[in-house]
Nanobody, 119 residues
Framework: VLFVESGGGSVQPGGALRLSCAASGFTFSRYAMSWYRQAPGKERELVAVITWTPDSTSYADSVKGRFTISRDNAKNTVYLQMNSLKPEDTAVYYC?????????????WGQGTQVIVSS
């Protein structure tokens, strides 16, 4: 199982970024997928979830209305569109598959992609 996250960077407050995560090593279309983030000195937190099909999404309250998770099963890729970014969104962002019954991520993690929101 392998995840390769990309698309992070430095933006000003109010800006936008689109993160991508290429997954391999498992049947992508059969798994719900998720984005997590970890800010310095804080625990990793669940940000967004998307089921396999039909696509249903859910979000942490802190990002609801600003972030959108989507997936392309043909490309084994999950995306996170982040709009109206705030300084508190600064973190390393990771994707993972997720078990919906227990809301727990898989054991394997990628290297993540750094997002910095600062003026």
């Amino acid at each position: 199982v392998l995840f390769v996250e990309s698309g992070g960077g430095s933006v000003q407050p109010g800006g936008a970024l689109r993160l991508s995560c290429a997954a391999s090593g498992f049947t992508f279309s059969r798994y719900a997928m998720s984005w997590y983030r970890q800010a310095p000195g804080k625990e990793r937190e669940l940000v967004a979830v998307i089921t396999w099909t039909p696509d249903s999404t859910s979000y942490a309250d802190s990002v609801k209305g600003r972030f959108t998770i989507s997936r392309d099963n043909a490309k084994n890729t999950v995306y996170l569109q982040m709009n109206s970014l705030k300084p508190e969104d600064t973190a390393v962002y990771y994707c993972n598959r997720i078990t919906m019954a227990t809301m727990t991520p898989g054991a394997s993690w990628g290297q993540g992609t750094q997002v910095i929101v600062s003026s």
